[in-house]
C-alpha cells in the first residue's frame, strides 16, 4: 500500500492503496553456470601469468566501492534534514504561543535538497503541510544543513511556495554569510529500466543515510496529497522508509533525477517494500522555478 506520509510522527502511518504482492522465484539458468564456469576457465588459463584475472576480479568490487564513496561525499552536502515543531501555548493564556524551541514538540521529520545558493530547499508537500495549513503561528520548521567547509548548522525556514497536486514545496532559509552547495540536477528523460540509483535522506531521523537499487520502473501513477494522481513516477528498490520524502533519488553521475516521495508497506509496518516511488526531476524542474518566483497559486493557498 502507498503510505504519503512519510514523516516520522508518533501517530500511526497512513495507508492510501493496497495492492497484492507476488515473491517471484529466482533460478539458476545454464547461461549463468556457463557464464561462470567459462570465468573460471579463463582464471585457470591467466594463472601462469601473474593470474591477471584474479587481480580484475579483486580490483572492480574496490573501484565501484570507492566510486560510490566519492558519490556520497559529492552529494550529502547538499541533503538537508528536515524538522517540523509545534510550540507550546503558555499555561496562562491559551492564545499566547511560547516562542521557545526547546519547550516544542517535534511533529515530524523529512528530507530536502538545496536548490540554489540563494537558500532555497526543495521538498515533499505532505512533508510540511502543517506548516502550510497553520493559522495560529504553532507551528515551525528547523533545517539542518551543511556549509562549504562542512558545518552542519541550524536555520530556520519558510514557505516559499507549495505545489499539493505533484506534492512539491519550496523552503528559503537564510543563509546570508554561509556558502551551500545546490544539487546538480539532471534529467528523467531517457532513463532506463536497470540503470543504477541511489537516495540520500533521513530515515527514522537517522541523517545522511545512503540506500542504493536500480530504477525498477518508469511511467507509475501514484497518490497526491490533494487527491490527485502524479503521472510518470519513477519505480525504484532503493529504500525510501518514514523520513525519506523530500530526499535527492541520484544517477551514477550525481545527478539529481527524482525527489522520494512514497513507498509501498504492509499495514502497520511502516517499512520499505522495495516498491518506492520518486517524482521525476523533469517535473520539478518545470514547477520549482514557477514557486520560487511566484509562490503558491491561489487555489492552492489556505
Known sequence: MVVLGVVVSPQAQHILLSIPTKIRPQYCTRRKALIFTSSLFSSFIYTSHHSPATAFQIEMPQQEEDRLVHLFQETSPSVVFIKDLELAKGSNDSTKVLADDENAKVEGTGSGFIWDKFGHI???????AK?????????RCKVSLVNAKGESIVKDAKIVGVDPAYDLAVLKVDIE??????VSVGTSRGLRVGQS?????NP?????????GVVSGLGREIPAPNGAAIKGAIQTDAA?????SGGPLIDSSGHVIGVN??????RGSGMSSGVNFAIPIDTVVRIIPYLI????SYKDRY
Do not use: M, S, W
Request: charge should be negative.
Open 240 to 244: 525510501i522508509n518514514a523520513g525519506n
Open 197 to 201: 540509483c541511489f537516495a540520500i535522506g
Open 122 to 128: 526543495v521538498t515533499n508537500y505532505h512533508v510540511i
Open 204 to 212: 527514522y531521523g537517522f541523517e545522511n543515510t545512503l540506500t542504493t
Open 177 to 182: 554569510g554561509v556558502e551551500v552547495k545546490p
Open 131 to 139: 506548516l502550510a495549513t497553520d493559522n495560529i503561528g504553532l507551528q
Open 261 to 266: 516521495t512514497a513507498t509501498f508497506t504492509r
Open 293 to 296: 518566483v511566484y509562490g503558491t
